[in-house]
């Protein structure tokens, strides 16, 4: 059976439609008989009046007054644009009433447990585990087992500081906890601390962190902060330890005796480009008198050339070498071991 052409009869529910768009009905042959009593037609010929009764208002036919066309596969033609809108809508705002009672059941559905875990905790995360509001945190250098500790300026050089968390009531390790590391400059009363680095808690609650020796403060404050939480702002515990970075210093004479009248040289090492200064306390002094003032080359190494006049008290000579603080350069002053040097007469 062939297809009619669609636009000869409009199926009855086009008619439908429409009317409940505002839209005069269209003529079709073969039109069904017109009920036993019609009601009057709207006018088409203007503009719908918005007081009128709308279409969809108008009473249905009841049985026997009136008959639909009869309706074939090969009438059915695709939905007008009016009819399509019509129906989106309608699928939209099912979809839209589904959606909202979807969102009101998970609301309303959730456990207190749920709502709570589903805010984030203003504290933060636990720091470690066990998190402990009452921990314990020790620091000491690992080389002697101290808290405090003088080491030599050297280039690259590492100071090592170890140490371990606990909980103070339970004694258990707080493992794979955070714990920050500042430095303050000691020497300056009031200094900020800064913090440098972090270190992570292992098993039994342990940690080890390398400290810079030649950078920074040439004394070093040392602060350990454990937070309990990640965003508290007090910490849960603390441990502090002290490293005082000196300027290496060496001094040795060429010879171990001389004679009235003669010189010998006098050199050593000490931090690049120090300035280094030789003293000497002679016999039966009560005092160290200055004898030269030099400064190292780049690599540390200096040197000076001491005479001996002939009217040179003899007996043993006592010398040492001093280097001035340097802040800008991060080390204290120091001074060498005593050399001691016979002038005979």
Do not use: C
């Not at 900020?192 to 098993?203: A, H, M």
């Amino acid at each position: 059976m062939g297809l009619r052409d669609r636009a000869q009869t409009p199926p009855a529910d086009d008619q439908f439609f429409r009317q409940l768009a505002g839209e005069a009905p269209v003529d079709a042959q073969g039109a069904p008989p017109a009920p036993e009593n019609p009601q009057p037609e709207a006018s088409t010929s203007g503009p719908i009046d918005p007081h009128a009764a709308h279409p969809i208002a108008q009473p249905l036919p009841t049985p026997g007054h009136g008959r639909k066309a009869p309706r074939r596969d090969a009438d059915r033609r695709r939905p007008s644009d009016s009819e399509g809108g019509l129906r989106r809508r309608a699928i939209a705002a099912i979809a839209l009433g589904l959606g909202v009672l979807a969102a009101a059941t998970v609301v309303v559905g959730a456990g207190p447990g749920e709502r709570a875990s589903a805010e984030a905790d203003p504290r933060g995360v636990p720091n470690g585990s066990p998190a402990a509001e009452d921990a314990r945190l020790r620091a000491w250098w690992a080389s002697d087992g101290r808290t405090h500790r003088r080491e030599r300026w050297r280039r690259d050089a590492e100071a090592m500081i170890a140490g371990r968390l606990m909980s103070e009531e339970a004694g258990e390790p707080i493992a794979g906890a955070t714990v920050t590391i500042l430095a303050a400059d000691a020497t300056r009363r009031g200094a900020i601390n800064r913090t440098v680095g972090e270190v992570r808690t292992d098993e039994e609650g342990r940690f080890t962190a390398a400290i810079a020796v030649d950078e920074g403060a040439p004394r070093k404050r040392l602060t350990l902060s454990y937070l309990a939480r990640a965003r508290d702002t007090a910490p849960a515990a603390t441990a502090r330890a002290e490293l005082a970075v000196t300027s290496p210093i060496t001094l040795q004479a060429d010879q171990s005796r001389i004679d009235r009248g003669e010189s010998m040289r006098l050199d050593g090492r000490s931090a690049p480009d120090a300035r280094v200064t030789v003293i000497a306390h002679a016999p039966g002094s009560g005092r160290w008198q200055l004898l030269d003032d030099v400064r190292a080359d780049p690599e540390g190494n200096w040197q000076a050339t001491v005479n001996a006049p002939r009217d040179t008290s003899p007996g043993d000579w006592r010398f040492r070498a001093v280097v001035a603080e340097s802040r800008d350069d991060g080390y204290l002053g120091a001074r060498s071991d005593q050399v001691r040097v016979e002038v005979d007469e």
